[in-house]
């Protein structure tokens, strides 16, 4: 058993116990600082017996005596730093964040517990942080003009925040300055090694670190002394009489050990001076290193300054505003510019969406789109028959009950890779035409289209065949995209009806202000009835097999991890979402099976 601790006033051995190099065995024992560093553990070794002081030349053994420190009440628990409770402050509330450019200052809600303010993106999504701040180090300040506006910085980290009222900022600033006043403290356990004794040490080491040169002109000196000693010695030696031949005997040995012991010290002084200027090249080539990395941490910490002046929304707008007086004339000039060359563009889709609904289309059997459309439903319609279990080139991607998503690689003639997504579904309650005419009537596609900011129906063919473009909506980072398709809604023979949507060029949709989406989709649907017999045809008795089959190339650049992740989790939600629609529009209605029954 370890013996008692000492009692505070009283004196510790600490004895250091280096073994040679050569001989040493595994388990040997070295105490440093009252410390068994032994291979069978770590334990404090204590006494309250005051120890010889003794200093061995041979450098195997040093003791000398340390006063003990008071034993600490928690001696057996973790030698970590521990951190005093912090002042159990909460808060939280909802406040306005400034996001990006895009979309400025949008409502977060906002919590703050023990020292930390963090953000979600409503009360409801607490479980996802979208970022965190420690008020005890960060920087918080009022806006000279916004005064509901506070910011709180720290290092390249910004939040620009705006309350509800002033009394509001008020509230929560006051909060953050009482945790900001009295901050987190450590508390720090008592050890046995001084401060002093081992900064004394590291002076040393660094004192004799200098001194080597010095230390080597000495060796020079000496070697020189001795060379002139023993020169002399000889010459002297050479005078005694020389019919004695022991004595000869020794002036030659005295004088091959001189020299062979010189020779040997030249030696030691070429490869210590040759060694030490290694080191200083090695020392210059470090210290080159570091200026050059302290000039590169210099201009990235300019840049990042720079960053964060214009990251806000001052860059934007308040008389604090970064811009020029002609630089904010300009850019007006050319929004205000762009919005009414947008008005005009999208009152010429509105009058050629008006002229398209109204005008009764005659039924025609061709026209500019036929053979391509044909064509395109044959080889949609093979594939979507295909098993994707029968061939390896589909690959599962989701199994949810009724729904399967499968996934294909498609090389494009750009060499882009899109995946070709096939969904299986089965929805209850309404017809294949009803679910095909719910997709196709450009009257219901915004009840079930919600990546669409608006679209226009820019040319009616035939009855079932028209072209529409869509001007989707943007999600930031990425640049706005739209998309110009040709509808087409067909019944295969009995209970199977497709849509087939292609991407088409068209005079009347714009190209110089979006990026232009290529998509290729086909939307099967066979409907199985189980009627039994002498009972009236209800709803119950419906059940629809869907198809849903989608090659959508988003143009311009999107990282392929992305743009795969984006689609698996989208399409499963989109088909979700329109089967749902689709029930709860025909719930009411009568039951229709073909376009006769419409």
Not at 128 to 154: M, P, Q, W, Y
Not at 173 to 202: C, E, F, H, M, W
Not at 388 to 407: F, I, S, T
Not at 527 to 555: D, E, F, K, W
Request: aromatic share 8%; glycine share 4%.
């Amino acid at each position: 058993a370890a013996p008692a601790p000492a009692a505070a006033g009283q004196n510790v051995p600490v004895v250091a116990v280096i073994p040679e190099e050569e001989g040493s065995q595994a388990g040997d024992t070295t105490l440093v600082g009252g410390l068994d560093t032994s291979a069978a553990g770590i334990s404090r070794q204590e006494s309250s017996e005051p120890a010889k002081h003794e200093v061995h030349e041979d450098g195997h053994a040093i003791s000398f005596q340390v006063p003990a420190s008071e034993p600490h009440p928690h001696d057996d628990d973790s030698s970590e730093s521990t951190m005093e409770e912090e002042t159990e402050v909460s808060k939280e509330g909802t406040l306005s964040k400034w996001t990006n450019y895009v979309h400025g200052w949008q409502d977060r809600h906002v919590v703050f517990k023990n020292g930390h303010l963090s953000y979600y993106k409503d009360k409801e999504d607490l479980k996802c942080c979208r970022g965190t701040i420690d008020v005890a180090l960060a920087t918080i300040k009022k806006h000279e003009f916004d005064n509901v506006r506070f910011d709180i910085s720290l290092g390249d980290q910004s939040f620009y925040l705006r309350a509800a009222s002033e009394a509001m900022r008020t509230e929560w600033l006051d909060v953050l300055a009482d945790v900001k006043g009295s901050g987190p403290k450590l508390k720090r356990r008592p050890s046995t090694l001084s401060l002093a004794s081992i900064t004394s040490t590291a002076s040393g080491a660094s004192t004799r670190a200098r001194a080597f040169p010095e230390k080597l002109a000495e060796v020079r000196t000496f070697r020189d002394l001795l060379q002139n000693q023993a020169s002399a010695l000889s010459t002297q030696m050479s005078l005694l009489p020389s019919d004695n031949a022991a004595v000869q005997r020794e002036v030659l040995g005295v004088k091959a050990s001189t020299a062979a012991m010189l020779e040997t010290l030249a030696l030691c002084i070429d490869a210590m001076t040759s060694r030490e200027e290694y080191w200083e090249r090695r020392m210059e080539r470090a210290q080159r290193k570091r200026r050059q990395l302290e000039d590169q941490c210099k201009q990235l910490s300019q840049v990042t300054a720079r960053q964060a002046e214009f990251s806000g929304p001052d860059f934007v707008e308040g008389p604090t505003s970064v811009l020029k007086e002609e630089e904010f004339f300009d850019a007006l000039e050319t929004g205000l510019d762009q919005i009414f060359s947008d008005s005009q563009r999208e009152q010429m889709l509105t009058r050629l969406d008006n002229e398209a609904q109204n005008k009764h289309a005659a039924p025609q059997t061709d026209h500019r789109f036929s053979a391509m459309l044909r064509q395109t439903v044959t080889e949609s319609v093979q594939l979507a028959d295909q098993d994707p279990q029968k061939d390896a080139a589909w690959e599962m991607v989701l199994e949810d009950g009724e729904m399967k998503v499968y996934r294909r690689e498609v090389m494009d003639d750009k060499g882009l890779v899109c995946d070709r997504l096939k969904a299986y579904h089965v929805v209850a309650g309404v017809t294949a035409y009803e679910m095909c005419q719910y997709f196709f009537d450009t009257k219901f596609r915004m009840e079930w289209e919600h990546t669409v900011e608006k679209f226009f129906v820019l040319e009616r063919f035939t009855p079932d065949t028209l072209i529409f473009h869509n001007l989707h909506k943007r999600v930031w980072p990425s640049a706005q995209r739209d998309s110009c398709c040709i509808s087409h809604i067909k019944n295969l023979g009995g209970d199977r009806w497709v849509v087939q949507n292609l991407s088409v060029d068209h005079d009347a949709a714009p190209r110089d202000k979006c990026v232009r989406v290529e998509v290729n989709i086909l939307l099967s649907i066979k409907t199985s009835i189980a009627q039994p017999p002498g009972v009236p045809l209800s709803r119950a008795h419906i059940t629809s097999h869907v198809t849903y089959m989608a090659y959508v190339n988003p143009g311009g650049w999107v990282p392929p991890a992305a743009l795969r992740a984006v689609s698996k989790r989208e399409y499963p939600k989109f088909l979700r979402t329109f089967c749902a629609q689709s029930v709860k529009h025909y719930a009411d209605k009568p039951i229709l099976l073909d376009e006769a029954a419409a």
